[in-house]
Nanobody, 124 residues
Framework: VQLQASGGGLVQAGGSTRLTCTASGFNFDDFNMGWFRQAPGEERERVALMSGSGDRSYYADFVMGRFAISRDNAKNTVYLQMNSLKPEDTAVYYC??????????????????WGQGTEVTVSS
């Protein structure tokens, strides 16, 4: 199993960037996919999630209206479009895969596979 995240970097406040996570080694369509982030000294937190079919999504309050998650099951890829970036969005961003259970949105501890993370730095 592999989750490869990319697209991070240095962005100015108010700018945009898109993260990409490409998966392999499992049946991508069957899994919820999520983006999480962890700032220095902080706990990892949920950012956005999408169900396997794409019919459900979840956003943390702090990104609502600014970020958008999408997925292309034909390419085993999930995206996070990040707009109107703020310095407080600075963090390492991780993608993760969850085999669905009964809870929506699934808690962080339910996720089965994690990528290596990609760093996003937003300058003021």
């Amino acid at each position: 199993v592999q989750l490869q995240a990319s697209g991070g970097g240095l962005v100015q406040a108010g700018g945009s960037t898109r993260l990409t996570c490409t998966a392999s080694g499992f049946n991508f369509d069957d899994f919820n996919m999520g983006w999480f982030r962890q700032a220095p000294g902080e706990e990892r937190e949920r950012v956005a999630l999408m169900s396997g079919s794409g019919d459900r999504s979840y956003y943390a309050d702090f990104v609502m209206g600014r970020f958008a998650i999408s997925r292309d099951n034909a390419k085993n890829t999930v995206y996070l479009q990040m707009n109107s970036l703020k310095p407080e969005d600075t963090a390492v961003y991780y993608c993760a895969a969850d085999f669905p259970g009964s809870t929506w949105p699934p808690p962080l501890v339910d996720y089965d596979y994690w990528g290596q993370g990609t760093e996003v730095t937003v300058s003021s």
